[in-house]
């Protein structure tokens, strides 16, 4: 992977990343477009900006860029979103960024990192990022902590409200993953690697009595990440944030539309009539109080103040599309295994037919000496496999031993002699053995063999390797017919080659 995705620039890394379908959605592509790894590299490193590959100096360590665009699309950001996104173990900062730039201004980021040097690196980082790129100017809330992210107050401050999104940077156990878990919102996604395997987990939209339920999980890769680091021991709160007139453009819709109709109605008259009128007078409650007291009201509120509850029938609408959207992705899945499968077997095809003709060569060329056989053997095993792998897998093997154990039998009754036969006789045999080869194996189909046939083919087989032997160093009388000649050759090299005993 990482060979195939890195690049001479960020665009090129960006093209390969997409091309190889590391990254599939454009505001993933567009977030790792607008955000250049460089600024994010040591410098000692920066010959290693743009390669698919981790890079490590000191305390600083970034992870290779196919390992951050898998993370980012399994968190599913959607652009221009308010939401709150934390990155425990926030290192560099390069992932902090890119996911700013997909959520874009109003999202607010937090990041903990343990090592006070990485985070004067991720602050310098983050901003040269802004002072050379437009989008980065836009982004005014990425907040870096000191603290260590295993230690972090869950009932207090912004961990108390919890977080939209959660990325852990580092390999935390199971237990700790727990105390992420809670940190997180209804309907919230936590994507970090969980001893080796890199795990993402949805919180439902709605509470569930049981927890399994609440929580569902999915492993998304194998990985092999550093552990998050325990030491020093750094007691960390996020402070909440505190709304305010000029924050207010940060929060979500839903509190922005709220704050709007409460200060329009505290400056409204206290008796308001009603059409139709169930009553006589419907009281404006906010204009019991002043605007300035509900100024100092809105101070405590946090951001899911206003927040509707989701009704059960559109909770059901949800999960309905969620489970769409999942069997799409199984399908789409099952049908890329099929295609690899039928790649595979078309392959395998391939190579069973090659072994089958070098299995044909090779019972022709069996009358040398043990030694050469044994050279020709190996040769075959490492030409068909590869490696030295037994070729007993290919039935090779079996049928050497056979061959030694009747040759023995019978004895060396001639001497190997230089082959004269030229070139058209040698096609015109293997063209025979190829096609004795095809009405073999339509044979092996239709019929099965019963262990009196066994019995047969073995001292059939026997006779005419000893034919096959004799005819090995042997030339054809004058005076006898040029096609019986060949007929017998092809005859003999056919027998050997339809011997029952050797299962392919």
């Known amino acids: 992977m990482a060979w195939r995705s890195s690049g001479t620039t960020n665009d090129e890394m960006v093209d390969n990343l997409k091309r190889f379908r590391v990254i599939t959605s454009a505001p993933v592509e567009a977030g790792f477009r607008n955000v250049d790894r460089k600024y994010f590299v040591p410098k000692s490193q920066f010959d290693l900006a743009h390669k698919d590959q981790p890079v490590k100096d000191g305390n600083v360590h970034l992870s290779a860029p196919h390992m951050y665009g898998s993370v980012l699309e399994a968190l599913e950001l959607q652009k221009d979103s308010a939401i709150v996104f934390l990155n425990a173990g926030s290192g560099s900062g390069y992932l902090t960024c890119i996911a700013a730039s ?28 802004k002072r050379a790129h437009p989008e980065g100017q836009k982004i005014q809330h990425i907040h870096m902590i000191h603290g260590n992210a295993l230690e972090l107050q869950t009932d207090k401050g912004e961990c108390a409200l919890g977080f939209d999104r959660i990325y852990v940077g580092a390999a935390i156990e199971a237990d700790h993953l727990t105390m992420f878990k809670k940190m997180l919102k209804p309907g919230g996604i936590l994507v970090g690697p969980v001893d080796d395997e890199l795990v ?32 020093p021991s750094l007691k960390t709160v996020i402070p909440a944030r505190i709304w305010s007139p000029e924050e207010h453009m940060f929060y979500p819709d839903s509190f922005r539309a709220a704050c709007k109709q409460v200060l329009l109605c505290s400056n409204a008259k206290k008796d308001q009539p009603t059409e139709p009128q169930p009553v006589p007078i419907n009281v404006n409650a906010a204009s019991l109080l002043p605007r300035a007291l509900w100024m100092e009201v809105l101070s405590y509120t946090h951001r899911d103040w206003f927040e509707t509850p989701q009704s059960e029938v559109e909770f059901l609408r949800r999960r ?66 590869a490696s030295r792998e037994p070729v007993s897998l ?19 009754r001639e001497e190997s002699e230089n082959d ?28 099965e ?18 034919m096959a032997s004799s005819h090995q160093g042997s030339t054809v009388d004058a005076t006898e017919p040029h096609g019986k000649a060949r007929r017998s050759e092809s005859r003999t090299v056919a027998t050997v080659s339809l011997s029952s005993e050797d299962d392919f």
């Open 420 to 447: 004269s036969q030229d070139d058209d006789d040698e096609d015109e045999t293997f063209g025979d053995v190829d096609r004795m080869e095809e009405e073999q194996n339509s044979e092996d189909d239709m019929s």
């Open 320 to 385: 309905l599309a969620e489970e769409k959207a999942n069997t799409e992705r199984a399908n789409l899945a099952r049908i890329e295994a099929e295609r690899r499968l039928r790649a595979t077997e078309k392959e395998r095809d391939v190579y069973r037919v090659l072994a089958r003709r070098w299995k044909t060569r090779l019972q022709a060329s069996s009358g040398v000496g043990a030694d050469d056989t044994e050279t020709i053997e190996e040769a075959a095993s490492a030409m068909l496999l």
């Open 449 to 466: 063999d019963t262990d009196s046939e066994e019995d047969e083919l073995a001292e059939e087989g026997s006779d005419s390797f000893s």
């Open 102 to 129: 997909i959520l874009g201004p109003r999202s607010i980021h937090f990041g903990v990192e343990v090592h006070s040097d990485v985070i004067h690196h991720s602050k310098a980082a983050i901003a040269a990022w």
């Open 200 to 231: 993402k987990v949805v919180r439902s939209q709605r509470p569930v009595a049981n927890e399994a339920d609440e929580f569902s999980s999915q492993v998304i890769s194998a990985v092999r990440f550093a552990p998050l680091v325990a030491s």
């Open 394 to 412: 290919l039935g090779l093997g079996n049928m050497f031993r056979r061959f030694r154990a009747r040759a023995s039998s019978v004895g060396r």
